[in-house]
């Protein structure tokens, strides 16, 4: 019998019995809410037991108010900072509701109308705005080139999609897609050294924004026609946002390139007799495996259940003929090997076999099964199979990693082996939470973490800059240095305070390296770096708001009502108690003459607190609280 069943429509609901505060807390615990307040900060001891974070507005100078927006997010456990899986746990009557685990989250927003979508960003004049940009929209066709040659060699072996020769064409004849070429600019941006474009006061990973911030302008009305462009456009946008430390972005771009691509059936091989052309289901499959990797990457980083339904895919992985010969980049010719294949299709076919092992790994403790231990060996014993038959040419060495950095295929090559080692290294970490022993593991977690550190010397050796393109790998590194941790805690001192273990200290220092050197590129990176440090002080809990406030992280948003709306309490006659127990704001709503919200509906094979949807009637319970229901802000549409 599982812990609790939805009951069917048209039965009693059970939420009738619920006390109003747990009703309250449930409602609002997945949304971020917003509160008046001063620049100092609640303590959580501080804050109401139970009842969702805050947004605050601080003075952080400059131009524009600072609002800091709190807010909890679910974090499973393949998660660098997992959530506590009982925080999200009630006990209504018969009923339990698990949850996979909310983690607090603090992210702080500078409001300045004066910064709207595709303007200048911060630090970059208009005059240089103006050199980068033409009047319509799309990048200057020198410095697009010179773009497009960074994007193919840092970046065209995981976005196969992206032919240069078609590419270039649409820049000289000026008929390419804005919204693309701008998203591809931005993304290649933080690898140039143009003058005009890494400027002094930037850093790297801020190089592109302006050309984001054009993309973003279209970002509305590119939703209503969909098209492969608009699909590739939101990867890149996710990885730029990714560069600007923006989680909540990476997650909501990867998300719409995954629904775009399901709505246009790129997940899907064609049927006999199909009237579309071979040509464009070669251009699906190979954009369609792009959208995959990076879509089941981000979830094993968040640990959630991945956005594209696993077991509806039917698109064939791509083939060897399926990838046309790019002429040479003209910056780095020398680099040339058009004999060499590309990892491309492998480590397609590596992350929809991590697709069903992420997702139970990540799945709600109530929807366990009596066969979840064996559906788990059973997953990754496929996944390690796949890994020790890959040919010849894409095992890892030193001599096939030199192949395919010539070949311009070392991201995506490092991709492959970095993430079957991540899983296996990761074992410890995540499975041990579940109380399972999975044998069909036989490497233990100590060599996958040595296989990644490895991999880390040997590519600096080789070609410096091929992880530094694949930003998602960050969590190779955060759960190979944690494994150095744990080996050390126990062994490496004596009793005189002596280290025992100079081999794993020196190991240790690799993966810190790696991230540190990621970061120049990808502020997100900076995250993984500090859980790490908490991991090494002992920290095993992450704390997301420590991180957040040694990082300081302002990101724009160029709508100054979003803190009017909140500095009045959220318009209502009644101010919730801040400072409270839950029995005070129990008797508060038994006081308030406002209604509860009874009209919510259960999400019938879901997860269980997520398939209860807050209404705007939660205003009515806590006066001062709203729902962000208008992305418009977060999106930057005009």
Not at 243 to 257: I, Q
Not at 344 to 354: C, D, E, N, R
Not at 369 to 393: G, K
Not at 526 to 545: F, K, M, N, P, V
Request: contains cysteine; proline residues 6%; aromatic residues 8%.
């Amino acid at each position: 019998m599982p812990d609790h069943v939805w009951p069917l429509p048209g039965f009693a609901s059970p939420f009738n019995a619920i006390p109003a505060a747990d009703f309250a807390w449930l409602l609002s615990s997945r949304l971020p809410t917003a509160q008046a307040g001063g620049s100092s900060d609640t303590s959580p001891n501080e804050a109401v037991s139970g009842i969702s974070p805050t947004v605050r507005l601080e003075d952080k100078g400059g131009t524009g108010r600072v609002v800091k927006v709190t807010w909890w997010r679910p974090h499973g456990r393949t998660a660098i900072a997992p959530g506590k899986s009982a925080s999200a746990t009630i006990v209504l009557g018969s009923w339990v509701l698990t949850g996979i685990g909310l983690k607090r989250t603090t992210l702080r927003v500078r409001l300045d109308d004066s910064q709207i979508p595709g303007s200048a960003q911060p630090g970059v004049t208009f005059g240089v705005t103006a050199e980068l940009i033409g009047a319509d929209g799309v990048p200057d066709q020198t410095i697009m080139r010179h773009l497009l040659d960074l994007f193919m060699v840092h970046f065209g072996c995981q976005f196969p999609f992206v032919e240069r020769a078609k590419v270039e064409r649409d820049i000289e004849r000026q008929t390419g897609s804005v919204f693309l070429h701008n998203s591809i600019a931005a993304v290649a941006a933080r690898f140039s050294t143009h003058p005009s474009i890494a400027l002094p006061n930037l850093r790297p990973h801020e190089y592109g924004n302006v050309f984001a911030g054009r993309a973003k302008a279209l970002l509305g009305s590119m939703l209503a026609v969909p098209s492969r462009e608009s699909v590739l456009a939101f990867l890149l946008l996710a990885l730029t946002a990714a560069g600007n430390d923006s989680e909540f972005e990476v997650w909501m771009m990867t998300g719409l390139a995954v629904r775009m691509g399901l709505d246009l059936g790129l997940h899907l091989s064609p049927q006999p007799n199909s009237p579309i052309s071979m040509e464009d289901h070669r251009l699906n499959r190979l954009l369609w495996w792009s959208v995959l990797i990076l879509d089941l990457a981000l979830s094993f980083g968040e640990g959630r259940q991945t956005t594209t339904p696993i077991d509806e895919i039917t698109q064939l992985i791509p083939t060897e003929q399926d990838f046309r010969l790019q002429p040479s980049v003209s910056i780095l010719p020398e680099m040339e090997s058009p004999s060499i294949r590309s990892p491309f299709p492998y480590a397609a076919k590596q992350m929809l076999l991590f697709g069903p092992l992420i997702n139970m790994l990540n799945v709600d403790s109530h929807r366990f099964t009596s066969d979840f231990d064996h559906r788990l060996q059973v997953a990754l014993a496929e996944a390690i199979r796949h890994y020790s038959e890959l040919p010849p040419d894409m095992r890892w060495n030193v001599r096939n990693l030199q192949d395919q950095c010539r070949a311009h295929h070392g991201p995506i090559y490092l991709f492959l082996h970095l993430w079957m080692h991540t899983i296996l290294a990761s074992e410890d970490r995540i499975l041990s939470k579940l109380g399972n022993a999975v044998s069909a593991v036989q490497t233990s977690v100590l060599d996958s973490a040595r296989t990644i550190g490895d991999i880390l010397v040997l590519s600096d050796i080789i070609h410096p800059n091929a992880y530094l393109a694949i930003p998602f790998v960050n969590q190779s590194f955060y759960v190979a240095g944690c494994a150095y941790i744990n080996e050390l805690e126990p062994h490496c001192f004596t009793a005189d305070g002596v280290g025992t273990a100079p081999g794993l200290v020196k190991a240790k220092l690799q993966p810190q390296q790696g991230l540190s050197k990621q970061t120049r590129y990808w502020s997100c990176v900076a995250r993984t770096t500090q859980s790490l440090e908490q991991h090494q002080h002992g920290i095993h809990d992450i704390d997301l708001e420590d991180i957040t406030e040694k990082l300081e992280t302002v990101l724009s948003l160029p709508d100054s009502g979003y803190a009017a709306r909140h500095e009045d309490g959220g318009g209502g006659s009644h101010q919730a108690p801040h400072n409270s127990s839950l029995l005070e704001l129990e008797r508060y709503l038994a006081s308030s003459s406002a209604d509860l919200p009874l009209a919510t509906q259960p999400c019938l094979g879901g997860d269980a607190m997520g398939g209860l949807l807050a209404t705007s009637a939660t205003q009515d319970v806590v006066e001062d609280s709203v729902q962000f229901s208008d992305l418009d802000w977060l999106l930057g549409e005009t």
